[in-house]
């Protein structure tokens, strides 16, 4: 991939790895039902879009929860480890290559995220890789919570692409969801969709990217 000069990456299960199988558990133990339709790695309710737009409060989100699980007496920290034990952590390797990747290429990070997992990661990379955040790793971290914005939607995508003037045709865009990646290639985006099959210094090191 000699034309690539700029790495859009994606964040859950491509740098950060994630488990929805264990946050579907969490949430049939909270008294969710038909999880499958709830909260998936290919949909769910309208409420998730929502917080990861940043259009409701970590409040509101909770609240939401309680009713959909008609289980108004759930705290708040119940509701919060259930939503937070989908996050595991980064593998050994990611952050390296990531530094590999950004001395060679301009590199971006985008991410659906939220208000709840956006705390509960910055303190887990403050712990347990002694970093105040992800910057160190990209030319710019952009969350979809903070951004108003949401992958797949086509805007959060024209808003990385414009604000840093990046020829489409020399960019890649690495992700785990075919949804994300589909509105990828429509803007001209080189795509990879990163399965569990392949880690990411795997894919960057066997394409010849690093």
Known sequence: MSEIKNII???????????????QQSFVDLGIKNVEEFFSHSGHHPIFNEFEKGLISPAEFRDGIRKLAN????????????????????????HEVL????????????????????????DYLNREHGLASNEVFFEKDYYSHLMGMRKPDANIFEYVIEKHDLNVSETLFIDDSPQHLRTGA?????????TAEQSLPEFLYQSGIL
């Open 9 to 23: 990456f994606d964040y859950g299960n491509v740098i950060f790895r994630i488990d929805f199988r264990r946050a």
């Open 71 to 94: 289980h108004p007496l759930l705290s708040d920290t119940e509701i919060d480890d259930a939503w937070n034990s989908l996050l595991i952590g980064v593998p050994v390797g990611n």
């Open 99 to 122: 530094l590999a990747a950004k001395s060679k290429y301009h590199t971006f990070l985008l991410s659906n995220n939220n208000q709840i997992h956006y705390k509960w990661i910055m």
């Open 186 to 194: 429509s803007l001209g985006l080189n795509t990879h969709l990163l």
